[in-house]
């Protein structure tokens, strides 16, 4: 795959005979400087099914337009910035080639699942520029925004083994597919490097918008002794910390936990009993999908739109981490997680992306 797509060279050409064109021409040229607007930059993005408020990394990515609108004094809409919001895989297509008649400069697909509908649209559409979120698609047109959510869900990993109190810990992912195995293998290995003793639950719930899925494996998981359920299913982890309230507010004593995902979930865990308010949220593993589509839209508005280009953040980017909201997470867990954090980065530690990987791991432990 071409790494940099470079931008065309500008060339000055001086005509003959200046003083005879000039004669007439700057008439014209004054009149036609009177009824042209110069166009202003735009982006959109079309959500997948999970929607733009799935509060993971459909509202992230809309929240970094957001950010980048009102900092370039762009409108909500067209010639501005917006967003499209599938119901279905059926509108991924339908919806990109809308912005596209749109005339809107980037416009992004978010998320794996629009992986081929990005790759077929700009195969059709070769003037046009794209960016995917969270894959890769091989077009000149296209930037492929990816992430190393197997180093954050290490990170992770280390909160969850570290504060499990049964040494029974969950994962519930979406889709069984190779991005999701990236944060099981991450977090297994996180959880693994901390607390060997404990054990790790996988289930897969098939969807990305299935709250109701969530909840009843959520559900199974607390009853079989699970305290800590860290999902990476999107809009369908919306039901893991349904549950955990649930059985919070029915015994507020309950030591039990969720780690969010994509971003600061910690809202999403605040449960009220009687006068009491608690969050159930030990920590999110936070994907900052705002800050790379921000990132993209700035260079593409500056001219260095990078089609053609994979990239990548990680936590040496701070594009991986764990969420700023640490209420719930002690001083001596925090400490550890900084310590592994940098291991990672200084190369002491390779996290596994693959199970196959994570297996030759947990056998070198």
Not at 89 to 107: H, Q, S
Not at 199 to 204: K, L, R
Not at 290 to 319: H, R, S
């Amino acid at each position: 795959m071409k790494k940099r797509k470079f931008g065309l060279g500008l060339s000055l050409v001086l005509a003959a005979g200046t003083l005879l064109g000039a004669c007439g021409a700057g008439d014209k040229n004054e009149e036609a400087g009177d009824t042209t607007e110069e166009k202003k930059f735009s982006v959109a993005m079309v959500t997948d099914v999970g929607g733009v408020d799935d509060k993971s990394f459909n509202q992230s990515a809309w929240e970094g337009l957001q950010k980048f609108g009102a900092e370039n004094g762009l409108e909500e809409g067209k010639g501005g910035y917006s967003y499209l919001q599938s119901s279905s895989d059926a509108d991924y297509a339908t919806n990109l080639n809308k912005l596209v008649r749109d005339d809107f400069d980037v416009v992004y697909g978010i998320g794996f699942l629009m992986t081929d509908a990005i790759n077929e649209i700009a195969e059709q559409q070769p003037e046009a520029n794209f960016a995917i979120v969270d894959s890769v698609v091989e077009k000149p047109n296209v930037a492929s925004i990816t992430f190393k959510e197997h180093e954050g869900s290490f990170l992770v990993g280390v909160v969850a083994g570290l504060t499990t109190k049964t040494n029974k810990i969950g994962f519930v992912g979406g889709m069984e597919i190779p991005l999701i195995e990236k944060f099981e293998s991450g977090f297994l290995a996180g959880v693994k490097s901390v607390n060997p003793d404990a054990t790790v639950e996988v289930q897969y719930a098939g969807a990305f918008d299935k709250a109701d899925t969530g909840k009843a494996i959520a559900s199974s998981m607390y009853a079989n002794g699970i305290d800590v359920v860290y999902h990476a299913a999107g809009a369908t982890g919306n039901g893991v910390f349904s549950e955990a309230k649930d059985l919070k507010t029915k015994d507020p004593n309950r030591e039990l936990w969720v780690i969010g995902v994509d971003k600061d979930q910690a809202p999403e865990g605040e449960v009220k009993v009687g006068d009491t308010t608690y969050n159930v949220t030990l920590t999110s593993m936070v994907k900052r999908v705002d800050v790379a589509v921000y990132d993209v839209a700035t260079k593409a508005m500056n001219g260095e739109f990078p089609g053609g280009e994979i990239i990548e953040y990680g936590l040496d980017q701070d594009g991986i981490g764990i969420a700023p909201t640490q209420d719930n997470i002690s001083e001596d867990v925090l400490t550890k997680v900084e310590e592994w954090k940098q291991k990672i980065i200084n190369g002491e530690v390779k996290v596994p992306l693959t199970r196959d990987e994570y297996k030759e791991f947990e056998a070198s432990i």
